[in-house]
């Protein structure tokens, strides 16, 4: 078989994996990584607004070490795929933030939005792309804006993955991470039985998948060994295309008559006049979640996954990589990002309280254990007005 994994089967029958512990070098010509930089992203706001002075979204800005997510996702898996099966799905209105960091990238490996209209349409056009570029590929799926403090630990299961849908062509393959703790703002996935292992040992059915669990289910999610949901993703182009085919026909139909008759430069012209008429649809509630079936899961181990959905998630993973960033000064809070003139004009609003209640936990931090964290923790304290 191809990649750097070894195929072997247990004494139960179970099929398992190793992983070379050689550097990952290889570059394997139907191999494909679709980077889902599309998103809207508000959460973040007020530190993308700090660290750029503008509104683009978080893949666009600079908040970890200087480069933008994005280009730290193009870094990290330029360690399995090769520069020019790379694609990104993006959004028009967001061109003007990533025009000049994609400009040598051609534009066939380009899928641009007219709108966001939500992940299950990005995803198809993004296959329906790749499938027309190379027939044979093998796709993995990587969210733009998602941090990994053990980065090659992760790609070594991305490459495990590889190898094992280039084997098992039916097969999509979800990778998810270790628990950490009892999250109650991930996704979770529950496996057939316990995940207790790491990349390599067994891969198993997904059971069900749980979006954003409340604190009593999931830790009982931490304790039945499941896993965190990474949105990563990994399969062959037909083993996609059919899964969404079986659960989304009318879409599928739409857009893969839409571009079967066009040549790539028609494209996006023709798809504005799909997208003005789709509803927003999310590839998880949709396609996912009724897939269980046909859908295998593996544990990427500890890699340090966090998806940066909030500025307490995106501050933790500052701490605890110890990444310095030229946009935290004092002046501000470490925690909102903001500058006392604009705290002031905070309004009184119950979703600022719950915003503001969910990041105030950042102010525990014991500076002496965390060297990030004076130039993190503001020299002010605030609350909502009343």
Not at 82 to 96: A, C, G, N, W
Not at 165 to 193: D, F, K, M, N, Q
């Amino acid at each position: 078989m191809s990649g750097n994994g070894e195929e072997r089967k247990s004494q139960s029958g179970v099929l398992t994996m190793s992983v070379s512990d050689e550097p990952i070098t290889s570059f394997h010509q139907h191999r494909w990584g679709i980077i889902l930089a599309g998103g809207d992203g508000t959460r973040l706001r007020p530190l993308t607004r700090l660290a750029c002075g503008d509104n683009r979204p978080k893949q666009f800005c600079p908040l970890l070490g200087g480069k933008t997510l994005l280009a730290r996702t193009r870094s990290r898996i330029a360690q399995s795929i090769d520069q020019s099966r790379m694609l990104f799905v993006l959004t028009k209105k967001h061109e003007p933030f990533y025009s000049k960091e994609l400009e040598m990238v051609p534009a066939h490996q380009k899928v641009i939005q007219s709108m966001n209209r939500g992940t299950l349409p990005a995803i198809l056009w993004s296959l329906l792309r790749v499938s027309r570029l190379d027939n044979q590929a093998v796709v993995t799926f990587f969210p733009s804006d998602h941090h990994f403090a053990d980065e090659r630990k992760f790609m070594a299961a991305v490459e495990w993955a590889f190898s094992y849908a280039e084997v098992h062509t039916e097969s999509v393959i979800l990778l998810g991470a270790s628990p950490e703790r009892a999250e109650t703002e991930y996704g979770w996935i529950e496996p057939e039985s316990p995940m207790g292992h790491e990349i390599g040992g067994r891969i198993d059915r997904v059971k069900r998948f749980w979006e954003k669990p409340a604190r009593p289910i999931a830790q009982q999610l931490l304790a039945d060994g499941c896993l965190w949901n990474t949105f990563v993703m990994v399969g062959t182009v037909g083993a996609f295309l059919g899964m969404i085919r079986r659960t989304s026909s009318t879409i599928f139909q739409t857009l893969g008559s839409t571009l079967a008759d066009c040549s790539l430069d028609a494209e996006e012209e023709q798809m504005r006049y799909i997208y003005d008429r789709l509803t927003p649809t999310d590839f998880s509630k949709q396609v996912l979640s009724v897939s269980t079936e046909g859908l295998a899961v593996a544990n990427c181990g500890e890699v340090g996954w966090s998806d940066l959905g909030d500025p307490r998630r995106l501050v933790t993973a500052l701490t605890e990589s110890g990444i310095e960033n030229p946009w935290a000064g004092t002046r501000v809070c470490g925690v909102c990002g903001l500058e006392p003139e604009q705290v002031a004009m905070l309004p009184p609003s119950n979703e600022t309280r719950e915003v503001v209640s969910e990041m105030s936990a950042l102010h525990s931090f014991p500076a002496e254990r965390n060297p990030v964290i004076p130039r993190l923790t503001p020299r002010l304290s605030h609350v909502p007005a009343e």
